[in-house]
């Protein structure tokens, strides 16, 4: 059960956890009405554990309240006395923590601006990636490049006992009178269930969250109240364009018990209403006693649910599907990739064909749940006619809702150290890893530039949503009002920068 202790404003904190990020800048046009609002869950199970700890927490949640770095800044001078500010740096999307980096930069300096003595510590997917480089370049005082809440915890709990020798805490960079130090890493939180059971939902502003609209496709009116959490930690799997085990230094898979993930559930229904949830693990759908013992405690308690969940090709069992519609997954959102095997072999994801991945997906579609394709264009050894081959084969696949991504060299990745070694041109700044910002600049291939990637995911992109066939299917399953929104989406366009300026060069 979260822990439920209030914070109010001008109260001396230990710890206030910021989750840092801008709407605008990562979704455009599109965070307006289509994109969600997604609560740092992260944060909040930090919080919690702070708090079993005895430390005095607060949240603040940039992008739910739509603040500015600025903002946030001023919010914290004037309004807590705190020990210790945390920009938790993650994403709400597989491998989108370094999107968010720009938004916390600037947050962290303009907090040292209006009070430069604040002590900040950064930690997140990126932050554990490059905590060198983040030291050397951000306005912070420690980073942490394991998973965060353990180290957060001693260091809130020297500064409040004004020790200042730090070299005992594990995993952790700090800066003293003779540079930039670090410490070895730790180990992984063990005792999860006990430790760290849920998010502290009662610092968060519930109000404020909102389901992607695909996610309400069956009820599209209906997108709040709405949250995002975690039932396991860290994922299995090596694929190399993910950067998702950088904080866990290998690959890692903790689950809390049904228990403890239906207590939370319990808690978000009865206390806030809440329906529509995503379950954020980076595979929720792979271990059969951690599905289905969920599956069965929804399903006693006879709740009307909306979930989404992550799940491979590979991982999707006859025995789940029927279990996981009667507990309300109403969506699971597969990681296909690419149309071409040889593309997907090179990149580790699986050894499964198109008509494998066809029949999986007719197989969920079977079992009364919808399907969201992720795809990705630009793989290194993509081609045009691989490319090609990948927006064929989820036309083909005719899933409810497709994600159409750009190969990006997220540091953390195997990608990223591929990119490096080949010397080629990674973004300019850390908002052009972003999927959808102005400044997207996507990784190249061995045949193709990053403006051919990005200019083949944005036409695929509405290749896909005008289909009539798409269009058609997509009324005779959920209405013509979904289908009319679909189509007010593919009327936002959204500004390349890289595309322009190789309009402007030509």
């Given at each position: 059960?979260?822990?439920?202790?209030?914070?109010?404003?001008?109260?001396?904190?230990?710890?206030l956890l910021?989750?840092p990020?801008?709407?605008?800048?990562?979704?455009?046009?599109l965070g307006?009405?289509?994109?969600?609002i997604e609560?740092?869950s992260l944060a909040g199970?930090?919080?919690?554990y702070l708090?079993?700890?005895?430390m005095r927490?607060?949240?603040?949640d940039?992008p739910?309240?739509?603040l500015?770095?600025?903002d946030?800044?001023?919010?914290?001078?004037?309004?807590y006395k705190?020990?210790?500010?945390?920009?938790?740096v993650?994403?709400f999307?597989p491998?989108a923590?370094?999107?968010?980096?720009?938004?916390?930069?600037?947050?962290?300096?303009a907090?040292?601006?209006?009070?430069?003595?604040t002590n900040?510590l950064?930690?997140g997917?990126?932050?554990?990636?490059?905590p060198?480089?983040?030291m050397?370049?951000?306005?912070?005082d420690f980073?942490?490049?394991?998973e965060?809440?353990?180290t957060?915890l001693?260091v809130?709990?020297?500064?409040k006992?004004?020790?200042?020798?730090f070299?005992?805490?594990p995993s952790?960079?700090?800066?003293?009178?003779d540079?930039?130090?670090?410490?070895?890493?730790?180990?992984?939180?063990?005792?999860?269930?006990?430790?760290m059971?849920?998010?502290?939902?009662n610092?968060?502003?519930?109000?404020?969250?909102?389901?992607?609209n695909?996610?309400c496709?069956?009820?599209?009116?209906?997108?709040?109240?709405y949250?995002s959490?975690h039932?396991?930690?860290?994922?299995?799997?090596?694929?190399?364009f993910?950067?998702?085990?950088a904080p866990?230094?290998?690959p890692?898979?903790?689950?809390?018990?049904?228990?403890t993930?239906?207590?939370?559930i319990d808690?978000?229904?009865n206390?806030y209403g809440?329906?529509?949830i995503?379950f954020?693990?980076?595979?929720?759908?792979?271990?059969?006693?951690?599905v289905i013992g969920i599956?069965d405690?929804?399903?006693?308690?006879?709740?009307?649910?909306?979930?989404?969940?992550y799940?491979?090709v590979?991982?999707?069992?006859?025995e789940f599907?029927?279990k996981?519609?009667?507990?309300?997954?109403?969506?699971?959102?597969?990681g296909?990739?690419?149309g071409?095997?040889h593309?997907?072999?090179?990149?580790e994801?699986?050894r499964?064909?198109?008509?494998a991945?066809?029949?999986?997906v007719?197989?969920?579609?079977?079992a009364?749940?919808?399907v969201i394709g992720?795809y990705i264009?630009?793989l290194?050894?993509d081609?045009n006619a691989?490319?090609?081959e990948?927006?064929?084969l989820?036309?083909e696949?005719?899933c409810?809702?497709?994600?159409f991504?750009?190969a990006?060299?997220?540091?953390g990745?195997k990608l990223?150290?591929?990119?490096?070694a080949?010397?080629?041109?990674?973004?300019?700044?850390w908002?052009?890893?972003?999927?959808?910002?102005?400044?997207?600049?996507?990784?190249?291939t061995?045949a193709l530039t990053a403006g051919?990637?990005?200019?083949f995911?944005d036409e695929?992109?509405l290749e896909?949503y005008k289909?009539?066939?798409?269009?058609n299917?997509?009324k005779q399953k959920?209405?013509?009002?979904v289908?009319e929104?679909?189509s007010?989406?593919?009327?936002i366009k959204?500004r390349?920068q890289l595309?322009?300026?190789?309009?402007?060069?030509?």
């Amino acid at each position: 059960m979260a822990i439920t202790t209030k914070i109010t404003s001008k109260e001396e904190l230990d710890v206030l956890l910021v989750n840092p990020g801008s709407r605008a800048a990562v979704y455009q046009s599109l965070g307006n009405k289509f994109s969600a609002i997604e609560p740092p869950s992260l944060a909040g199970l930090f919080a919690t554990y702070l708090m079993k700890n005895g430390m005095r927490v607060g949240l603040v949640d940039a992008p739910a309240h739509n603040l500015s770095p600025e903002d946030v800044a001023k919010m914290i001078v004037s309004d807590y006395k705190v020990n210790l500010v945390v920009m938790v740096v993650y994403g709400f999307q597989p491998s989108a923590s370094t999107q968010n980096m720009t938004a916390a930069g600037e947050t962290c300096r303009a907090i040292k601006q209006l009070a430069g003595d604040t002590n900040i510590l950064m930690t997140g997917t990126h932050p554990s990636a490059l905590p060198k480089r983040t030291m050397e370049e951000e306005d912070v005082d420690f980073v942490c490049n394991r998973e965060g809440p353990e180290t957060i915890l001693m260091v809130a709990a020297a500064l409040k006992e004004k020790v200042r020798d730090f070299s005992k805490i594990p995993s952790l960079w700090y800066k003293d009178e003779d540079g930039i130090r670090s410490t070895p890493a730790g180990s992984l939180m063990d005792g999860i269930d006990e430790k760290m059971p849920g998010a502290a939902w009662n610092l968060f502003p519930m109000d404020k969250y909102r389901a992607h609209n695909w996610h309400c496709f069956e009820d599209i009116n209906n997108r709040q109240p709405y949250i995002s959490m975690h039932t396991t930690l860290g994922c299995p799997y090596k694929c190399t364009f993910c950067c998702i085990n950088a904080p866990f230094g290998k690959p890692s898979y903790r689950m809390w018990s049904p228990d403890t993930v239906i207590d939370e559930i319990d808690l978000l229904v009865n206390k806030y209403g809440v329906r529509n949830i995503k379950f954020v693990d980076e595979m929720f759908v792979l271990n059969r006693s951690h599905v289905i013992g969920i599956c069965d405690r929804i399903i006693q308690r006879g709740y009307n649910l909306n979930i989404w969940a992550y799940a491979r090709v590979d991982t999707v069992k006859d025995e789940f599907l029927e279990k996981l519609q009667m507990a309300g997954v109403r969506w699971l959102a597969l990681g296909i990739e690419s149309g071409s095997k040889h593309v997907r072999d090179g990149v580790e994801k699986g050894r499964f064909g198109t008509e494998a991945i066809i029949s999986v997906v007719r197989k969920i579609q079977a079992a009364g749940i919808n399907v969201i394709g992720n795809y990705i264009f630009g793989l290194p050894d993509d081609t045009n006619a691989t490319m090609r081959e990948t927006l064929e084969l989820a036309i083909e696949a005719k899933c409810e809702f497709a994600n159409f991504y750009c190969a990006m060299a997220y540091p953390g990745s195997k990608l990223y150290e591929m990119a490096l070694a080949k010397n080629w041109t990674l973004p300019a700044s850390w908002i052009g890893y972003s999927q959808h910002s102005f400044e997207t600049h996507p990784l190249r291939t061995e045949a193709l530039t990053a403006g051919e990637v990005l200019k083949f995911r944005d036409e695929a992109f509405l290749e896909y949503y005008k289909d009539e066939s798409y269009l058609n299917f997509v009324k005779q399953k959920f209405g013509q009002n979904v289908a009319e929104h679909i189509s007010d989406m593919t009327k936002i366009k959204l500004r390349r920068q890289l595309l322009e300026s190789n309009l402007h060069a030509a």
